[in-house]
């Protein structure tokens, strides 16, 4: 039978893989979690990332302030031609 485990045991699985670094093999030695939870962990993590309202909006603001910021070069360019 499967073992079962929570969301904050997932998300801190995920946590020290993507931030930290861990490698699955550390992980799978230290909490006794098989690799395929893992990688599913981590794809699930991944798919809810790209679909948060907030993240969404972050994106946005990114897109924005780079326009902006190449807006900025090209206009200094023209100063200077």
Sequence with gaps: MPQIYNEE???NIVRLHLQEGRTYKSLIDEFGVSKASISKWCR???KECQ???LLKMIQ???RKF???VNSCKNSKRKMHS
Excluded: W
């Design 9 to 11: 045991f997932r998300k």
């Design 44 to 46: 699930d993590f991944s």
């Design 51 to 53: 679909t948060s309202p």
């Design 60 to 62: 946005k603001l990114c």
């Design 66 to 68: 780079v326009a902006c």
